[in-house]
Structure formats: structure tokens, C-alpha cells
């Protein structure tokens, strides 16, 4: 392999690898409470909607 090979696959090596750590870190971080379509809206907590399905 070239040198131009070997540098041009360490570059993509870590932006692939980065952009999992990253996305890792993100969903880590991220409160699953406040996110997604209904967020922290009323009526939506754990005991909530466990008193809903009995």
C-alpha cells in the first residue's frame, strides 16, 4: 500500500470510529424524559401511563 492509501484509510478509519463514539456520547447524554414525540407533555410520566393500561 502507498503512503496516500495508508493516510487516506487512518482518516476514514477515524471519522467512521468518531461518528460512533460521538453518537454514543449523544444518546448517552440525551434524557430519555423530555425527548421524542410527546416529550415531558401532561398525562405522559411512568405512573401515568401505567394507570392507564389497568
Known amino acids: 500500500m502507498s ?3 495508508i493516510v487516506m484509510m ?3 478509519v477515524l471519522v467512521i470510529w ?5 453518537s454514543i456520547t ?5 434524557d430519555d424524559d423530555t425527548t421524542g ?16 393500561q389497568h
Request: charged share 15%.
Open 37 to 52: 414525540e410527546l416529550g415531558n407533555a401532561p398525562g405522559t410520566d411512568d405512573a401515568s401511563l401505567l394507570a392507564a
Open 3 to 5: 503512503a496516500t492509501a
Open 26 to 30: 449523544m444518546l448517552r447524554d440525551t
Open 10 to 12: 487512518v482518516l476514514f
Open 18 to 22: 468518531g461518528g460512533l463514539v460521538a
